[in-house]
């Protein structure tokens, strides 16, 4: 068994003393400065640069806050193969990147694709007819449940000269496909859908039948109000949503930990119940790193190379930077509503009820009363613009591919808040939707159809002024 070398513990103690003394004098704002209005209750950010999603919430005393930048530690760790000193052991033996913070930027939205090249912030999941472990989706027998286009062999800083020669499972690319709509009053806008290419199969065919979905990094801010949320509460949700016609309805997950059924609230199909959870199938699906939780290497059984992999350590992530960079997560602060007292705000939130854009993106959610990890979050009132319900939204969005109760048209409803502040975190235009197709709001809404078809229609019909004044509205949140 590998362990950790003393100095390279070392060197992340004192990494994370000196960044914890430097936040805990970092300001923040006392009261809302004007013209902004809390979203997150006491874990709202008064400010507005580029770092405000790796933020702690203002609610954290002394010790949490030295405990969430040991978190944040873990988020910039990278990964890489023994016996290089360049960070922590355990990457691969297949991967997709090599720490969490080179696909979510910042704590926000990953690097929208190039053209031509493969893409960062984005993944394929993978899955076949049937039902897999606990309901799950059923992986491909070669590819497994999520293709892995990085492996040790494939670039020469991860090789180190160990011997160790474990191939990517291939490159993938997209293609876009465009087409052009219309609003009520002429205007025109393009928008993409993406198309799939894979290059270089290591192990055969991938099969026509093999059901495939593109996953775009969504931001990881406010994560722990959401969590904080009683199942009670979004049961009811559901129910007065079917009252109005709607059918919203949650995704019964599989918690691995508490081993359980639970309503799921992450992933674009709400198909993970917890942070602690998602992490730990981040690890091992995206960085190729084990945990207590799931011990093996995350090789199917045809990859032989991957396979017969010796593992730096096991577990490779240890159970206390897990219980660090989890309690980072749920403690990330969300910046404030901005312009709430302009005119064309108010107007926008007026057009949002109007078309029924609320129904489904609830303005306001109440936290329960009690949350053991941090009690900061129970009877907090937020504002995320989520129900965690999934809907269906149409073939236009349709992945065709099932996920524990989610159909192939099915999604859970995305959270709203600091979607105008996605450009300025990530420095440069930002993408939407699950598969990063829309390059801008006005194309995330003209994407919708299913049960948001007529919000979508209403938008459309909307004279420029008052579509301008819903994405002020939007764009402010």
């Known amino acids: 068994m590998y362990r950790f070398p003393k100095f390279m513990l ?80 355990g990457l691969g033996p297949t991967f997709i990147a090599d720490k969490c913070s ?52 494939g670039k020469d800083e991860y090789n180190h000269g160990k011997g160790d020669r474990v ?3 291939g490159n993938l690319f997209i293609d876009w496909i465009e087409r052009e709509v219309a609003f009520a009053d002429g205007e025109k806008v393009k928008l993409r859908a993406p198309k799939v290419r894979l290059e270089k199969l290591a192990f055969g065919p991938i099969g026509d039948e093999t059901m495939t979905s593109l996953r775009y990094t969504q931001p990881i801010y406010g994560l722990g109000l959401l969590e904080a949320v009683d199942e009670k509460t979004v049961l ?28 799921g609230r992450f992933g674009w199909k709400a198909n993970v119940a917890t ?21 093996d290497e995350n090789c199917p059984p045809v990859q032989t190379a991957c396979a017969a ?14 219980d660090e960079l989890e309690f980072w997560q749920l403690t990330l602060g969300v910046p404030a509503q901005r312009n709430v007292n302009d005119a064309d705000f108010k107007r926008g939130a007026a057009l949002f009820e109007q078309a029924e854009c609320s129904v489904c993106h609830v303005p306001e959610m109440k936290t329960g009363a009690e949350f053991k990890k941090v009690p900061q979050l129970a009877n907090q009132t937020f504002r995320a613009y989520t129900d965690l319900l999934l809907h269906d939204m149409g073939e236009g969005l349709a992945d065709k591919r099932p996920d524990f109760k989610a159909s192939g048209r099915e999604w859970r409803t ?38 948001a078809e007529n919000s979508r229609e209403a938008f459309r019909a909307m004279p420029k002024q008052d579509r301008d004044a819903l994405l002020k509205f939007l764009n402010s949140i």
């Open 167 to 169: 191939p990517p499972e």
């Open 102 to 153: 080179v696909c979510h930027i910042k704590a926000g939205r990953g690097v929208p694709p190039k053209p031509e090249e493969e893409p960062v912030g984005l993944l394929l999941r993978l899955s076949v007819a049937g039902e897999g472990e606990h309901g799950a989706p059923k992986p491909h027998p070669e590819y497994g449940d999520q293709f892995q286009n990085q492996g040790l062999q």
């Open 275 to 295: 942070v602690r959870l998602q992490i730990a199938f981040a690890f091992l699906g995206d960085i190729g790193v084990t945990s207590s939780l799931f011990i």
């Open 414 to 451: 995305q959270p709203l808040w600091g979607l105008g502040l996605s450009e300025t975190v990530l420095g440069e235009p930002a993408f939407f939707l699950h598969d990063a197709r829309a390059r801008s709001v006005t194309e995330a809404i003209l994407w919708h159809g299913g049960e």
């Open 10 to 89: 070392l060197r992340r103690y004192w990494a994370s003393m000196v960044l914890a003394s430097c936040s805990i004098v970092a300001p923040f704002a006392a009261s809302a400065p004007e013209n902004t209005a809390p979203s997150a209750g006491d874990f709202t950010l008064y400010r507005f640069d580029q770092d405000v999603f790796a933020e702690p919430g203002p609610a954290l005393d002394y010790k949490q806050r030295e405990l969430f930048m040991a978190g944040r530690v873990q988020f910039n760790q990278k990964w890489v193969l023994a016996p290089s000193i360049a960070g922590d052991w």
């Open 236 to 263: 009811e949700l559901a129910k007065q949503q079917t009252a109005k016609g709607y059918k919203g309805k949650p995704n019964y997950v599989y918690d691995h930990i508490d081993k359980a059924t639970k309503v």
């Open 309 to 322: 992999f010796t593992p730096n350590n096991r577990p490779e992530l240890v159970d206390r930077n897990w």
